[in-house]
């Protein structure tokens, strides 16, 4: 724990700047003790801003995709040495162990996750390209292509209070990812913890200047200087997001402006889940998890549990029992599962909420009841009771699908019909997140259809699957987080989804070899280079974008077509059967088989001798164009498309365009081979 009183600090400009006396004292969620203070800096953010750009985005611009993904390997690795560090401190937010490993490891494993996919999902280049080339000439002179650029701009994240760590990384990630700087602005009740991890980051000394930069207190009027290429992520409430659309920021000089806010998340129990079933101890676990995991405060948490009106009264039966079963208390305790609220102003605002909720609902479970947390003074700590409310009449309820309780709160709907039960989740006015337990995937196929244009996420539980689900409530780094309307309208993660929000789409025409300029990606119809030696004998450092081989022809016979499905087992009437064949509309006759096909102009273009090809991993993009006959002639030319280099490994992927041409000039297969290459010249290599 912090000494009493530390004055948080900002980073601005590679200098930790100290909050201004007085501030306001951050205490620990279960005892009431100081942690720190927290004061407005003085901040001139209109430089901070000019800094992240010119500096940061620069440094960050200037490295590939792959060179960013490293640095976000090694700055997961150097905050793993920290993380104990991170889960004493974690501990006065009021997160047991177990939540804070969802926010402190969940936020380092994004880190690890997107450095992963920046190497395999990523060119080991600057430019992404968007698609495939469009062709916009008959003579395929004139090309089109998508490509994706980092914006010149920075990125202000606006986190909230109840992920510190994570809320932090999982921005950063992606938009590092991309090339573009941050300036990130923690919850106030947190910032002690964020602003830990942050000086972490910085002692780290992986990213490059300007690339990072944190605000404790007040932005002030940062909004007033942010241009049309910088991105503003925030995490919130609906009220503040609505505030922010409106800044002449967003309003007028078009900042991107993405938002994650208020989420009335539903979990459906569908009604094939009968009381003995696995699906109905899964949904009932899952609603108390959710309702205990961070004390309730997760956006992503289930606010309303739809079961079948049948069930209703097994599932609030089960449902007490379980949450009876929570031990609430100091979160350093090892026998606590459930911690108390962030502060003491967040339970009065749960409370506030909790209130309202009861116009629909009564408490059946918890409340205002008096209290006893182990190890820790009911008054002096936040804590507030798991609370569970039964609505009877669905149909009519206003409160539940309007006021969103941010604490250990849920309230048990019924419903009569699937259609129902959609719809009591559907005027949540869209969620982050909606679960559905079934053993019945026609049920649960019906459910999602219905769901989907109101959820950014489903989760689909059955027993097959519920050992390696990793929950309702857990946003995933590999997957889209954000939800339509009430829920934001915003979009985070999602893999490289999440990257390419902060990167600008254009459209670029012309040339194949132009393209290939912009891209650094040979495109077809693009000028082909013809090295002194076969591709194949040139190593990965020096083989050019364009080297390419021009094989001699191959007749194709009807001892080649016999022999191979002898071979191969395949007697497909096309191939074997020349009566059949001829009724076929597509080949009127007796066709080759395609994979023998590929394997001849294997035969044609593959350099036999040892060198620094070291193997073929794969073919993507085959596409049969032609059929082939007997007596056909075919040739093969293969150009060096695109080059990855595997950095520390010795060797690079490299993506060859592969087209099978036929004697008349006709392409009858195109293709991309995949090899590894060695990067420099292998000894005894001939050659």
């Not at 620069?58 to 993380?83: D, I, N, P, V």
């Not at 510190?164 to 910032?191: D, F, H, N, R």
């Not at 891209?519 to 040139?538: L, N, Y």
Request: charged share 20%; glycine share 10%.
């Amino acid at each position: 724990m912090r000494d009493q009183n530390v004055l948080l600090e900002s980073f601005i400009q590679e200098r930790w700047l100290p909050g201004c006396e007085p501030g306001e004292i951050l205490r620990d969620a279960t005892s009431g003790a100081a942690v720190a203070e927290i004061g407005a800096s003085a901040i001139d953010f209109a430089a901070a801003l000019a800094y992240a750009r010119a500096v940061g985005g620069a440094a960050l611009r200037a490295l590939t995709f792959h060179e960013r993904a490293g640095l976000l390997k090694s700055l997961a690795k150097a905050l793993g040495a920290h993380k104990e560090e991170l889960y004493e401190l974690s501990y006065c937010t009021g997160a047991t162990k177990h939540d804070a490993w969802l926010d402190i490891d969940g936020g380092i494993s994004t880190l690890f996750v997107y450095a992963g996919k920046g190497v395999r999902e990523l060119p080991n280049g600057r430019v992404y390209i968007d698609g495939a080339t469009e062709a916009l000439s008959r003579s395929g002179r004139f090309l089109g292509q998508h490509i994706c650029v980092p914006l010149a701009g920075v990125a202000v994240h606006i986190n909230a209070f109840n992920f510190p760590v994570w809320g932090m990384l999982e921005k950063l990630a992606p938009c590092l990812l991309a090339g573009v700087p941050a300036v990130i602005k923690p919850a106030s009740s947190s910032a002690y913890l964020a602003e830990r991890i942050f000086r972490r980051i910085i002692g780290a000394g992986v990213l490059p200047a300007g690339a990072v930069q944190l605000i404790c207190g007040s932005v002030g009027n940062l909004f007033d200087h942010l241009q049309g290429q910088d991105v503003i992520s925030f995490t919130g409430s609906a009220a503040t997001a609505g505030l922010l659309r409106r800044h002449a920021a967003v309003a007028e000089r078009s900042v991107r402006f993405t938002a994650e806010t208020d989420s009335l998340n539903s979990s459906i129990l569908a009604e094939d889940a009968r009381p003995e079933s696995p699906e109905f101890e899964l949904f009932v676990a899952e609603v108390v998890r959710e309702m205990s995991v961070k004390a309730g405060q997760k956006c992503t948490a289930i606010r309303k549990a739809i079961v079948p009106a049948a069930l209703a009264a097994p599932v609030l039966e089960a449902l007490r029992a379980r949450l009876a079963l929570l031990v609430i208390g100091d979160p350093r305790l090892q026998a606590v599962n459930m911690g108390p609220l962030a502060s003491l102003a967040q339970r009065r605002e749960v409370r506030a909420q909790l209130e309202r909720l009861t116009a629909d609902g009564a408490v059946v479970f918890g409340g205002e009841l008096a209290l006893e947390p182990a190890g820790a003074d009911a008054e002096r700590g936040a804590f507030l009771a798991p609370t569970l409310l039964h609505c009877r009449d669905a149909g009519a309820a206003r409160a539940v699908h309007r006021v969103e309780a941010f604490g250990p709160v849920c309230t048990l709907l019924s419903y009569d019909s699937p259609d129902e039960a959609i719809e009591l989740a559907r005027r949540g006015g869209g969620s982050l997140v909606a679960s559905v337990f079934s053993a019945d995937d026609a049920t649960a196929a019906r459910l999602v259809a219905g769901l989907a244009p109101f959820h950014g996420r489903i989760l689909v539980v059955n027993a097959d699957c519920a050992a390696d689900s990793t929950g309702h409530g857990s946003p995933l780094p590999h997957l889209v987080h954000g939800g339509p309307g009430r829920a934001g309208g915003g979009e985070e993660l999602g893999g490289v989804r999440g990257v390419l929000h902060y990167m600008q789409r254009t459209a670029v025409q012309g040339t194949p070899d132009v393209l290939a300029a912009v891209t650094s990606r040979w495109v077809r119809g693009a000028r082909q280079r013809t090295p002194e030696r076969h591709p194949f004998r040139i190593p990965f450092g020096a083989l050019a974008i364009g080297d390419s081989f021009n094989s001699s022809e191959r007749e194709v016979t009807l001892d080649d077509i016999e022999r191979f499905a002898a071979l191969s087992g395949d007697h497909f009437y096309a191939h074997m059967d020349e009566v059949a064949a001829r009724r076929n509309p597509l080949f009127g006759g007796r066709v080759a088989h395609g994979y023998f096909l590929i394997a001849a102009a294997a035969g044609l273009f593959v350099e036999p001798e040892f060198g620094p090809v070291l193997a073929n991993y794969g073919i993507d993009a085959l596409r049969f164009l032609k059929p082939v006959k007997p007596g056909d002639r075919i040739r093969v030319r293969i150009s060096c498309k695109e080059k990855s280099l595997r950095v520390g490994t010795g060797y690079g992927e490299v993506r060859w365009d592969a087209e099978i041409i036929n004697q008349d000039g006709a392409v009858v297969a195109g293709y991309d081979v995949l090899t590894m290459v060695s990067e420099r010249a292998i000894p005894d290599q001939v050659a």
